[in-house]
């Protein structure tokens, strides 16, 4: 017998073995206290001591859990907000964006309408259907043609300054060259000097002034003007800058090249001077 106890080793199953010696002496209490037997004492208060602290014991791991799921639970509540907040964001964002976008379109037409009202021509208010640097340079159509009163040959200007002229007139759309086209020839003004000349477009978004006379002045950052004459466009309308001049003694002009008004390519709605 001893050599079974031995084999089956008490040391390590002790804590076990207590537990259920414990166990065992709370339910044969119990089951007295039921028969009418009153314990009490130091030995009662031990035995619902040392259970209530096994029952605490036992219980703290499950309580560790439950708090652990809690929070799971929490992080998973806290996931799902935050992914709302920002679907939110992204729709105000959007919706911000956009009513950036009208205010900017309603500023420009708010331009052009007063630039409407204090041309002394008539015109037509268009808009560009084909837009794009690559377009611009070459040719753009505007959604109004032939049943509209456009014509060849006529102006096109922007709120921000000269763009081009009518080189084909369609039913209901029609083809403009802008002004830095080589084909687009313009009367011109410097605002600064007074000297008159020719813009005509160099084929890569500059315009050269021609027939001005060496004698003639003409400085660099001066203010390019439509001058009004030949009766294609308004005086006083903004063609560009000048961004170099080179004068050669033994010829008769000066080379002045120009730079168009920065809203040139960005020009979306537009008039056609009638």
């Not at 119990?30 to 040392?50: D, E, H, P």
């Not at 956009?98 to 309408?113: D, G, Q, T």
């Not at 002229?165 to 687009?184: A, L, Q």
Request: glycine share 10%; with cysteine.
């Amino acid at each position: 017998m001893g050599k079974f106890f031995k084999n089956v080793k008490i040391k390590k199953y002790k804590d076990a073995i207590a537990l259920f010696a414990v166990i065992a002496i709370s339910v044969l209490l119990y089951i007295l206290s039921v028969n009418g037997f009153k314990s009490g004492g130091l030995f009662s208060n031990f035995i619902n001591n040392s259970l209530y602290n096994a029952y605490k014991v036992a219980d703290y791991p499950i309580g560790v859990l439950e708090k652990l799921y809690a929070n799971y639970l929490n992080l998973l509540s806290l996931k799902r907000d935050n992914s709302l907040l920002k679907a939110r964001i992204k729709i105000i964002k959007y919706k911000l964006d956009k009513y950036k976008a009208y205010r900017i379109e309603n500023e420009k037409l708010k331009a052009l309408l007063f630039l409407k009202d204090t041309i002394a021509k008539k015109s037509i208010p268009a808009t560009v259907t084909l837009h794009g640097i690559e377009g611009w340079l070459d040719s753009f159509y505007i959604n109004k043609g032939k049943k509209d009163g456009v014509k060849v040959g006529e102006g096109v200007i922007s709120y921000s300054g000269i763009v081009g002229r009518v080189v084909y007139d369609g039913n209901s759309r029609s083809e403009v060259i802008p002004v830095t086209n080589p084909k687009c020839v313009v009367s011109v003004v410097d605002a600064n000097t007074g000297t008159l000349g020719i813009a005509q477009g160099f084929g890569d978004g500059y315009l050269k002034m021609r027939f001005v006379f060496n004698s003639q002045k003409v400085n660099v950052g001066d203010e390019i003007l439509t001058s009004g004459l030949g009766g294609i466009f308004t005086s006083g309308i903004k063609v560009g800058k000048v961004f170099s001049v080179k004068k050669k003694g033994y010829k008769i002009f000066q080379r002045i090249t120009i730079v168009p008004h920065k809203n040139l390519f960005n020009a979306k709605h537009v008039l056609v001077e009638e």
